[in-house]
């Protein structure tokens, strides 16, 4: 007869089966065992808690150093929720249920962690979702078409809801589509360099419009090298300070007032004298000699401006690149500062007069000063130093008959 050993003696073949079956009830039952007492462990602690509307994040706390378990809120509401409960030796479920009666929250524990969340989320979630597909089926399309004065089609017109986030733009035909909420009452229509209109719906579902040109700042007037241009027609780098704005500045220097207002100019202090004129750099440094920008006052060329009041400064035209310095060679390889100054005007009363006073006082006085030695008192220290050097002094009574 065979025998097989399984470890625990000789089992004959036929018990072998049994054998099998009894071990694996016994596995099931330890496993059963060991799951009541991790249950037990998890709902079979007990809490003593006594307290009346405290946020439940601070109760949550007390639970904690209690029973050791973790906890999870959701939503900083949730942490505010105020609270109340009197329990003595309560396990955790009855706690829990005890804190959260009559309050829109419910729990729940995941491993060792009581996850605390807002009751009906999923229905107030489906309830935005109708709402917003509500919203969407309150709206209705309105199409048309932008032309100019001249019927011409416009593109890139920004069509928009007024009072609203709705808006599209036209195609390169100038037509629209755009839904908008049935309660919208004007539509804006804009485009640079014309004028923005708005048009009232009124009930339709087709709107036409036609767009007037309009007067902006491309209509400014810049001095360039060749004289002015429009702002528009300008492709240049160029950047211009008003002369308003210079007098409201406290400056010595007329290129002092561009410290600060145009990009890519960089104006630093070369000295503490008064007077002194500051260092002007276009765009950093361009050449090895000479890094000062030519000057330009009133179409005359000019190395410094030093001596120009600002005051009487209408503007101020920094050219940067090559293309708006060109017509002045190899003296603009730094920039080119064009500077245009007041000219006089007719008065309605010709008999009236003008006189304007503009007046600027500074002072600069040493910090520390040294007491030095008059003539005579050198003489006499030289003296000395010629005696101690093995040298012909002076003598004393030359000295005294020089002073």
């Known amino acids: 007869m065979n025998y097989l050993n399984e470890g625990f003696g000789f089992l ?159 195609n390169e035909n100038g037509e629209f589509q755009l839904n908008v909420p049935t309660e919208a009452t004007t539509l804006s229509f804009s485009l640079l360099g014309f004028q923005v209109l708005e048009v009232p719906l009124n009930g339709q579902n087709t709107v036409n419009v036609s767009l007037m040109e309009g007067e902006n700042d491309l209509e400014e007037v810049v001095v360039v090298g060749y004289g002015t241009q429009l702002k528009r027609d300008l492709t240049g780098a160029v950047s211009k300070v008003d002369g308003e704005a210079l007098k409201n500045m406290p400056i010595r220097n007329a290129t002092e007032g561009l410290q600060g207002q145009t990009s890519g100019v960089q104006v630093t202090s070369t000295g503490g004298s008064p007077g002194t004129p500051p260092a002007v750099r276009i765009r950093g440094i361009g050449t090895v000699n000479d890094n000062n920008p030519l000057y330009v006052v009133d179409g005359l060329p000019q190395s410094d401006i030093g001596w120009l009041n600002p005051n009487d400064i209408v503007s101020m035209e920094v050219l940067k690149d090559a293309s708006a310095t060109a017509i002045y060679g190899s003296r603009a390889a730094n920039g080119v500062i064009m500077v245009t100054t007041a000219k006089g005007a007719q008065r309605s009363n010709e008999l009236s007069n003008l006189i304007s006073f503009d007046s600027y006082l500074g002072f600069q006085n040493p910090i520390k000063t040294y007491d030095m030695m008059n003539a005579k008192e050198f003489m006499e220290y030289k003296n000395l130093a010629n005696i101690n050097a093995g040298l012909n002094p002076y003598s004393l009574i030359k000295i005294k008959l020089m002073f």
């Open 12 to 170: 004959k073949p036929y018990r072998k089966t049994k054998w099998i079956k009894k071990r694996s009830l016994f596995v099931i039952a330890i496993m059963l065992v060991f799951s009541f007492r991790l249950f037990a462990t998890t709902f079979g602690q007990t809490i003593s808690i006594h307290v009346k509307d405290v946020p439940l994040i601070d109760v949550m706390r007390t639970i904690q150093n209690q029973t050791g378990h973790s906890y999870f809120l959701n939503g900083r509401e949730l942490a505010n929720l105020k609270v109340s409960a009197a329990l003595n030796n309560a396990d955790l479920k009855t706690t829990m249920s005890s804190l959260l009666k009559g309050k829109p929250a419910s729990w729940s524990m995941k491993g060792k962690t009581i996850v605390i969340k807002k009751k009906n989320s999923s229905n107030s979630s489906l309830e935005n979702s109708g709402n917003s597909s509500s919203n969407e089926l309150s709206q209705q399309q309105i199409s048309g078409k932008v032309t100019d004065d001249q019927g011409n089609p416009l593109r890139g017109v920004t069509v928009k809801v007024v009072g609203s986030s709705a808006a599209t733009s036209t």
